[in-house]
């Protein structure tokens, strides 16, 4: 049964894998034996979180910063040059929000959270196409999965509407590449994450200490764990997942699914 979940031999790419959601994520696909690329802002932070988990396997970092298509391009030529021509799987997980109340909400909350969370995984897609091909075979074709959010689809009253909209774009997005791109053996799929303790939840918490209404709003009562996102991540990526693509998958505690 391991062997169905085994990712030996394997290049993945998941962008903001230095730390929170994406730090999980990476550490899962690297205890299944990818090697793995992760992005940064920070060069420091992205080189010392590839140092850290290399006790884990082959991790590789790759600073950037996703705030244009020209970044992402750069970033995809590094990509390129660094997973000797076959790319297996991209997690496309970096992500913006801004909040505040709708009649202030500003216009530049927009093109920032727009670029990052739904441009950026179509740029990087896009120009990686001949790797994740290269990579592909029908029996084991190559993964994109894009982190998108349960704000994107049911109405959670966070107050981050780019956000939520983003959110919902690229879960949009992920089927209609799904479609395009079933043919030549790439599979396209987007994980909804419900609420998970890392920098973008921190202010529902204090310390350790979740917001009792968030929990209350949760079915399940609680946060979700990093071996729950990381397990659907390295299953997804794996021979076990294969035969998926175009879905929404929840990660949520049932808020999307008992809602
Ligand atoms: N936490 C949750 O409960 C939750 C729920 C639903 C969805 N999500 C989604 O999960 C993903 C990860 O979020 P998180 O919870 O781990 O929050 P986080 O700790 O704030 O992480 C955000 C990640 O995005 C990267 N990033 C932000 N702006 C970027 C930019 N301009 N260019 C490149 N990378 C950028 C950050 O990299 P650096 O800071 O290292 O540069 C960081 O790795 C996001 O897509 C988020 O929307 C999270």
């Known amino acids: 049964m391991s062997a169905l979940f085994d990712l030996s031999g394997k290049f993945a790419l998941v962008t903001g894998g230095a730390q929170g959601l994406g730090r999980m994520i990476a550490e899962g ?13 920070k060069a420091d932070a992205c ?12 991790c590789i970092a790759l600073p950037c910063d996703l705030s244009s298509p020209e970044a992402a391009v750069d970033l995809a030529g590094r990509v390129r040059a660094a997973c ?15 909040g505040g109340p709708v009649d202030s909400f500003p216009d530049k909350a927009w093109p920032g959270v727009m670029m990052v969370n739904v441009q950026a995984p179509f740029t ?3 120009e990686l196409l001949p790797e994740l091909e290269a990579a592909a075979t029908p029996d084991d074709p190559a ?4 982190i998108g959010s349960v704000a994107g689809k049911v109405t959670e009253r966070l107050s981050a509407y780019s956000y939520s909209a983003s959110k919902a774009a690229i879960h949009m997005l992920s089927r209609d590449l799904a479609g395009d791109l079933a043919a030549r053996n790439i599979n396209v799929n987007a ?10 939840t921190a202010h529902m918490r204090d310390a350790e200490d979740v917001d009792p209404k968030v929990l209350a709003h949760i079915p399940m009562h609680r946060m979700g764990r990093a071996d729950e996102i990381a397990g659907t991540i390295v299953f997804l990526a ?9 879905a929404e998958i929840p990660v949520d505690g049932g808020l999307v699914g008992c809602g």
Do not use: C, D, Q
């Open 238 to 246: 794996s021979r076990a997942g294969g035969y998926i693509t175009g």
């Open 191 to 200: 994980v909804m994450p419900g609420f998970f303790p890392t920098r973008m």
């Open 47 to 58: 080189e010392a979180a590839a140092a850290e988990m290399a006790a884990l396997g082959r």
């Open 84 to 98: 000797g021509g076959k790319l297996h799987v991209i997690v496309n997980n970096a992500g913006k929000t801004w």
């Open 29 to 41: 696909l690297l205890r299944a034996g990818a090697t793995v690329a992760i992005t940064s802002r």
């Open 143 to 146: 993964r994109v999965i894009n």
């Open 124 to 126: 990087l897609l896009r």
